[in-house]
């Protein structure tokens, strides 16, 4: 019998040891790489999906999405949004059939329609974080989730690097590799608990120590 906690706390996972995608990792410059990469992708009936966005540290100052992850449990394609853009095809693929798993899918969906006119939430999609709650797990965030599961927690120090870099470094093919695998291992992991109903919810009421006044 699995025993899913609803929440766990911040120091519980700093005390974690690291986890990273350790599967193939292709990074897409061109539209050619871009199809083959999709015909590849829509040969899977489940994928994660995540994008990064150069942050801006100037008010008033925003970026377009510059990076689409989308991940199987092996696999993961690292699509340059920058340099690419979203051809029809890309596009068509966010919409069809195959199922996508994202956690804060709202901002990722904003993100994607200020780079085309396409809305991407015609496709097949499971928010992260609605799903889990069905599990009775309560907690908002990749990293907490994946802990929580998994007893191991995914860097997020990649996250406020420049996505929009000429080349993309190890660290940040990797980070953003990884975000994308989670969301599909996640989602593989609680349907397997779902299956066999071996499973239960513990509640913890509180898992944060509270500051002294």
């Given amino acids: ?13 700093a005390d974690m040891p690291k986890e ?12 050619e790489e871009a199809r083959k990469a999709v015909e590849y992708l829509n040969t899977f009936s489940v994928v994660g999906v995540d994008t990064e966005t150069r942050p801006s540290f100037k008010k008033g100052q925003t970026h377009k999405v510059a990076l689409l992850q989308v991940s199987t449990a092996d696999t993961c394609f ?3 949004l920058n340099r690419v853009g ?15 798993i994202g956690l804060s899918l709202k901002d990722d969906f904003a993100a994607m329609r200020k780079r085309n ?18 599990f009775g797990i309560e907690e908002k965030s990749l990293q907490k989730i994946f802990a929580l599961l998994f007893g191991k927690k995914i ?3 990649q996250r406020l690097s420049n996505w929009e870099a000429d080349t993309l470094t190890e660290a940040q ?7 994308a695998w989670a969301c599909v291992e996640i989602y593989n992991y609680l349907e397997q608990l779902r299956a066999t109903g ?16």
């Fill in 1 to 13: 019998m699995v025993t899913l906690q609803n929440k766990i706390a911040k120091q519980t996972v």
């Fill in 20 to 31: 990273a995608f350790a599967g193939r990792i292709f990074v897409i410059h061109t539209e």
């Fill in 78 to 80: 690292l699509f340059r």
């Fill in 86 to 100: 979203l051809p029809d095809f890309l596009e068509e693929f966010l919409q069809n059939d195959v199922l996508k």
């Fill in 117 to 134: 006119d396409g809305d991407p939430r015609n496709g097949n999609w499971i928010e992260l974080q609605d799903y889990v709650m069905t």
């Fill in 155 to 157: 860097s997020k120090a």
């Fill in 173 to 179: 093919c990797l980070y953003a590799a990884t975000d």
């Fill in 198 to 213: 071996d499973y239960r919810t513990e509640r913890l009421v509180e898992v944060e120590t509270k500051k002294e006044e």
